[in-house]
């Protein structure tokens, strides 16, 4: 079974503010996924990495694939409040032949202040 | 381009009551997922459909849980005898492999409380 643990679970920063949350297994995955999800919705994908150590940016937000692909971190410069939500991270393996099973962290709770 | 969608957004029932769900993922993707996420937890994988095929079932996935894609489009989720423990937010996702990315994308979710 794999495990996804997510750091830190909750912060809460104030605008303009850099931040780094961090995704880390002991499996190797295929693929790793960032979402976003706000109260009341479903999760929005933000990014998927598939290389180790690939890194992709998106506006302010960079996202990294750990070199042996167990873990990932996601980076917020300057933060501001539209940036406030839960950040999941999932991790994708083959199950069974046709199935991409993604397993899920808890999330990290991000609220930023204005 | 039309999302995956989810029916109705909320649903209210009595324990012991049975509901369904709907979802309509995006058109021409051809695989289907349910997942259950509680409070304070990620989503947590229940079942897979590739086209009407249910080829994966999650050990959450109790006998009260049934799901269908009859003709591989939409899917329906039914719990029967509901208890206040499916108190959750129930997600349905689609996804059209490209080699390794295999990317799934969500609906809004159907909130159930159970009372």
């Known amino acids: 079974t794999q495990l996804l643990e997510q750091s830190p679970q909750f912060l809460s920063i104030q605008e303009g503010e850099n931040l780094t949350v961090y995704c880390n297994s002991s499996?190797?995955?295929?693929?790793l996924q960032w979402y976003r999800q706000e109260p009341g919705e479903g999760p929005v994908l933000l990014v998927t990495v598939v290389t180790g150590g690939e890194v992709k940016k998106l506006k302010r937000l960079t996202f990294q694939f750990g070199d042996a692909r167990k873990d990932s971190s996601l980076h917020i410069t300057a933060a501001q409040p539209g940036d406030t939500g839960l950040y999941l991270c999932a991790g994708g393996v083959w199950s069974g032949g046709s199935n991409y099973k993604l397993t899920f962290g808890k999330g990290t709770l991000l609220t930023v202040n204005p | 381009d039309t999302g995956v969608s989810q029916d109705p957004r909320h649903k209210i029932t009595k324990r012991g009551q049975n509901v369904t769900f709907r979802c309509d993922p995006i058109s021409e993707h051809n695989r289907l997922y349910w997942y259950r996420q509680t409070l304070g937890q990620g989503p947590e994988f229940l079942t897979y459909f590739q086209n009407e095929a249910q080829l994966e079932k999650s050990r959450l996935l109790s006998d009260r849980f049934s799901a269908e894609r009859p003709k591989g489009s939409f899917s329906t989720l039914e719990i029967q005898r509901t208890e206040q423990g499916d108190s959750a937010m129930y997600l349905c996702?689609?996804?059209?492999?490209?080699?390794?990315?295999?990317?799934?994308?969500f609906g809004p979710g159907t909130r159930l409380t159970v009372l």
């Open positions: 499996s190797v995955f295929s693929s």
């Open positions: 996702a689609s996804s059209l492999r490209r080699g390794a990315r295999n990317e799934q994308f």
